[in-house]
């Protein structure tokens, strides 16, 4: 499953770091801006204990993790939405992307240059959200001329469309999100998906700071993390055994970059389901809610149309009762058919019709 979140935000904010921190996959990070022209894309291994816990109960010859994809994408300036700077290929690659991680600079530094002169997060945070609302307010505005048009015929999807279009509209001149914006029913779900808004896009906030300062800025109950981007560089440099310790020593469970990727694959509606066996251990990717049959789809496509029924057991009972043998002695491991809806940390065996 390709899903991707773009990294997004104004030009020496930290946007190419952290991408090098997340990626190992060193980007140029210069001190001018534009610096990323073309997009940068890092496939990102989402850590996950239970996966090195279920290989060696199964006693795997391989371990393979699931992953996400980033995109480090060219840094916005005020007036993008009317192609100022590199404002068109930035809105392009956006469009290309599943959800948005923003990254707000809350940090002084003479040796780095802000493109406004000044450190002001809030101000940042605005001026990236009102030049995507433009954008997509240019897009709402071009398919409301259209409808209005069709709406002439009297066609009660068509006048549907241009009232739904129309309240669009005006919350986007409003200078709110789209993903804010209340649907009503699937028909008008089936249009604003049809429209690729921008700011409907899930959306995760990274202020990047040296120190603890919070930034006085209403996220309206997205998802916030405040990292050290400079300093989890650092951290992801060093080996596997040297991350761990150098994070014991900070008095953190994990990482800022962990944290971070486990977010995104949140924000993107993702679970893990497991496949563990001698021959290898591996961690699945799908969506919230899928079911069996969609789920081994993942594995390959003929599985779903062949997909006769799975044995489920959850990992911990697995990890606990010693793998499949323990687990089916002990009456855990359940058969269930096409409507089941795996859920995250299912350990799943699919039969199939050969």
């Given at each position: 499953m390709s899903l991707s979140i773009g990294i997004v935000g104004l030009p020496n904010v930290g946007k190419s770091t952290l991408f090098n921190a997340l990626t190992n996959k060193k980007a140029e990070a210069s001190n001018y801006p534009f610096c990323t022209i073309d997009p940068n894309v890092g496939i990102v291994?989402?850590?996950?204990?239970?996966l090195e816990k279920l290989a060696n109960i199964s006693k795997s010859k391989k371990t393979i993790p699931t992953t996400i994809e980033f995109v480090d994408i060219a840094g916005l300036v005020s007036g993008a939405s009317e192609g100022e700077g590199l404002g068109n290929k930035f809105l392009a690659n956006i469009r290309e992307c599943d959800a948005i991680c923003m990254v707000i600079r809350n940090f002084e530094d003479a040796n780095i240059n802000h493109v406004n002169g000044k450190i002001d997060p809030k101000e940042d945070?605005?001026?990236?959200?009102?030049?995507?609302?433009?954008?997509?307010?240019?897009t709402v505005e071009k398919r409301l001329e259209k409808a209005t048009k069709e709406a002439r015929s009297n066609d009660k999807l068509a006048i549907k469309n241009k009232e739904m279009l129309t309240r669009l509209e005006k919350h986007l001149t409003d200078n709110q999100p789209a993903r804010s914006f209340s649907l009503l029913d699937d028909d008008e779900k089936s249009l604003i998906r049809d429209l690729h808004l921008l700011t409907i896009k899930p959306i995760l906030y990274v202020i990047n700071t040296h120190d603890n300062n919070d930034a006085q800025i209403d996220f309206q109950n997205a998802?916030?993390?405040?990292?050290?981007?400079?300093?989890?560089?650092?951290?992801?440099s060093l080996s596997e055994e040297e991350q761990k310790e150098y994070i014991e020593?900070?008095?953190?469970?994990?990482?800022?970059?962990?944290?971070?990727?486990?977010?995104?694959?949140?924000?993107?509606?993702l679970i893990t389901y497991f496949t563990s066996g001698e021959p290898e251990t591996?961690?699945?990717t799908v969506r919230e809610g899928s079911k069996a049959p969609q789920a081994a789809a993942v594995?390959?496509?003929?599985?779903?149309?062949?997909?006769?029924?799975?044995?489920?057991v959850n990992v911990d009972t697995f990890i606990?009762?010693?793998?499949?043998?323990?687990?089916?002695?002990?009456?855990?491991?359940?058969?269930?058919?096409?409507?089941?809806?795996?859920?995250?940390?299912?350990?799943?065996?699919?039969?199939?019709?050969k």
């Open positions: 291994k989402v850590p996950d204990a239970r945070k605005e001026t990236i959200e009102i030049e995507l609302i433009l954008a997509d307010l240019k998802k916030v993390l405040k990292l050290n981007i400079k300093q989890e560089e650092e951290i992801s020593e900070l008095g953190l469970e994990s990482s800022g970059l962990d944290k971070l990727i486990k977010a995104s694959y949140e924000l993107l509606g591996r961690a699945w594995i390959h496509t003929d599985f779903e149309k062949a997909f006769i029924r799975a044995e489920v606990d009762l010693g793998g499949w043998t323990g687990a089916k002695e002990a009456g855990k491991c359940a058969t269930e058919g096409k409507d089941y809806i795996v859920k995250d940390g299912d350990v799943c065996y699919f039969l199939i019709n």
